[in-house]
């Protein structure tokens, strides 16, 4: 398996956080998802960087699908449908944002994309960063 060192050190320093907020929580559960498989695998999708805020979290990331892009997703953003619950667990959240976002081609949004001043093309919930942390 392929991981990259963007991956593995943000999925570490999460893990040594003495408590995780929400958003922490989600994307911790989100990158070990895609780290150890369901319906995509690190050969797929290599994470670039990664950061949570109070209620959700970002993760630029390319794939074989398209370009690399970014995605900025919150538990209550407008285009979340839960695979879950309307109500998820951060557990459940990050979960779903790696199956079902991450690890599926852009496919309609890849003509929505809106790209920061580095190039990387986000979608998701906005407000989107202007460029990379």
């Known amino acids: 398996m392929s991981v990259t060192a963007a991956h593995s050190a943000a999925i570490d320093e999460l ?6 907020s929400w958003g922490q929580t989600a994307l911790l559960n989100c990158l070990e998802r895609l780290r150890s ?16 805020f109070d209620d959700g979290f970002c993760v630029i990331y ?17 285009p979340y449908s839960g695979a879950y619950t309307d109500d998820p667990t951060a557990e459940e959240f ?24 580095g190039g990387v093309g986000w979608w998701g919930d906005p407000p989107f960063p202007r460029e990379q942390r």
């Open 62 to 78: 390319g794939s074989p699908w398209g370009p690399t892009v970014g995605l900025r997703v919150t538990a209550t953003g407008d």
């Open 37 to 52: 498989g369901g319906p995509t695998s690190a050969e797929q999708v290599t994470v670039v960087d990664a950061w949570a």
């Open 94 to 117: 990050g979960t779903d944002i790696a199956d079902f976002s991450i690890g599926e081609p852009l496919g309609r949004f890849a003509d929505r994309l809106v790209f920061d001043a």
């Open 15 to 20: 893990r040594a956080l003495p408590q995780l």
